[in-house]
């Protein structure tokens, strides 16, 4: 089993700065990638950011110059520094693990997610 806890959300103004950590545990063998997505009231989650384990990273075009996406797999952890916030940025951000687990079967794990507002 793997568990995936972030950190790092609360209350922000527009134009702050916020940055969320997510570090997992268990039965991971190796990882394909870590992410972001988000899921803002009535509507889908979405991709905010990923990065693979070679370090390509890929964001959605609506965060493009204002996130950016880390990881220290050393540690099994992934951050998302956000800065420029939008109140469109509010939403429950959730953190993702691709994965192939001990016995070689591949998978993808979720956390259950921090809230962001950023206020006007």
């Known amino acids: 089993q793997v568990q995936l806890v972030e950190s790092g959300g609360g209350l922000v103004q527009a134009g702050g700065s916020l940055r969320l950590s997510c570090v997992a545990s268990?039965?991971?063998?190796?990882?394909?990638?870590m992410g972001w997505y988000r899921q803002a009231p009535g509507k889908q989650r979405e991709l905010v950011a990923t990065?693979?384990?070679?370090?390509?990273?890929n964001y959605a075009d609506s965060v493009k110059g204002r996130f950016t996406i880390s990881r220290d797999y050393a540690k099994n952890t992934v951050y998302l520094q956000m800065n420029s916030l939008k109140p469109e940025d509010t939403a429950v951000y959730y953190c993702?693990?691709?994965?192939?687990?001990?016995?070689?079967?591949?998978?993808?794990?979720w956390g259950h997610g921090t809230q962001v507002n950023v206020s006007s």
């Open positions: 993702n693990l691709d994965h192939y687990q001990y016995g070689k079967l591949r998978v993808d794990d």
């Open positions: 990065i693979t384990s070679g370090g390509s990273t």
């Open positions: 268990g039965s991971i063998f190796s990882i394909i990638s």
